[in-house]
């Protein structure tokens, strides 16, 4: 019922930007707080940053915070990461997670939805 479906990712050279979609179905964005998480292989997930309800961005990942912004877009039910200065260790399966609250978490149990995922691969 509740579903998060993420899109935008890809190959990207080294330097470039790219920008995420995290697109809501079965429930209002307005009420929840958007987390950004990544994965790469062997690693655990981490957070990288909260999309807040008024739409400002909650950081919580150093290596990203000057380079990662988030964003929202309610009239589309739809949050953005907008990604610039990508670099190869930014190769990742990036998620959206939704979470009814007004406040930020970094544990991924926090959380009551999560998107399929979609790849970012920093590459030549």
Known sequence: QLQLVESGGGLVQPGGSLRLS???????LD???IGWF????????????CVMRPG???NYLKSVKDRFLGSR?????????????????????YYCAARKSAYCSVQRSAFDSWGQGTQVTVSW
């Open 31 to 33: 009420d929840y707080v």
């Open 73 to 93: 877009d309610n009239a589309k039910n739809t949050v953005y990461l907008q990604m610039n200065s990508l670099k190869p260790d930014d190769t990742a399966v």
């Open 56 to 58: 400002s961005t909650a």
């Open 22 to 28: 995290c697109e809501a179905s079965g429930f209002t």
């Open 38 to 49: 990544r994965q790469a292989p062997g690693k655990e997930r981490e957070g990288l940053l």
